[in-house]
């Protein structure tokens, strides 16, 4: 099964860009790379995914390697709403199976 | 309002005692979803379903049951829970087995087994 690996924490300021990696060296031609983040408790989040091109949306941007071997997140401009655990998630094959990876811890600071 | 619903949202059992958490969704989704996350694992999938009466396994299925007997229910059975089961459940639900991108989890049950 692929498997993801990201850093277990970051740290951005108020009103800075963020940029959450994700690596996912035995990805497969089929799968999806979607994001998921956690605020405190509570259930995940969708943020966003894509395939094999960037992709944006009202929360944030993917930013997906030619090789797709590797995949950014990126929130433009953090507030302190988005302190939470960002997951990298790859969905093996089209069969619904999701494997998180460990996720990355971000702290906002104002 | 547009939910997925989980109950009980905190449990405290003993071991070996059969119990059942409960998970709806009223968003007419075919698929539904189980996880279990435990400190320093992260979020891992249990059991899966692609539609009524269609389940299959994720990460960790040892030790639970499930069923889809009709579309808005994906209940989770713990048919003889141990210690190692204590952990922080949640239920998710998306639009169709080829639409999965955005899963809407529910608020999550606390599961403690003694």
């Known amino acids: 099964d692929a498997k993801t690996t990201q850093p277990n924490s970051m740290e951005s300021n108020e009103e800075e860009p963020v940029h959450l990696p994700c690596n996912h060296s035995t990805i497969s031609g089929t799968d999806y790379i979607h994001w998921y983040r956690q605020l405190p408790s509570q259930g995940p989040e969708y943020v966003i995914h894509?395939?094999?091109s960037n992709v944006n949306n009202r929360m944030a941007s993917l930013a997906i390697a030619e090789d797709r071997k590797s995949s950014t997140l990126i929130l433009h401009r953090a507030t302190l709403r988005d302190a939470a655990v960002y997951y990298c998630i790859l969905m093996y094959n089209q069969g619904g199976k999701l494997i998180f990876g460990q996720g990355t811890e971000l702290s906002v600071k104002p | 309002e547009a939910q997925v619903t989980q109950n009980p949202r905190y449990l405290i059992t003993v071991t070996g005692k059969k119990l059942t958490v409960t998970c709806s969704q009223n968003?007419?989704?075919?698929?539904m979803s189980w996880y279990r996350q435990d400190p320093g694992l992260g979020l891992r999938q249990i059991y899966y379903?692609?539609?009524?009466?269609?389940?299959d396994k994720g990460d960790v299925p040892e030790g639970y049951k499930v069923s889809r007997k009709e579309k808005r229910n994906f209940p989770l059975i713990l048919e003889s829970p141990s210690p190692n089961q204590t952990s922080l459940y949640f239920c998710a639900s998306a639009l169709a087995p080829n639409d999965v991108y955005e899963q809407y989890f529910g608020p999550g049950t606390r599961l403690t087994v003694t």
């Open positions: 968003m007419n989704h075919e698929y």
């Open positions: 894509g395939l094999t």
């Open positions: 379903s692609m539609n009524v009466e269609v389940t």
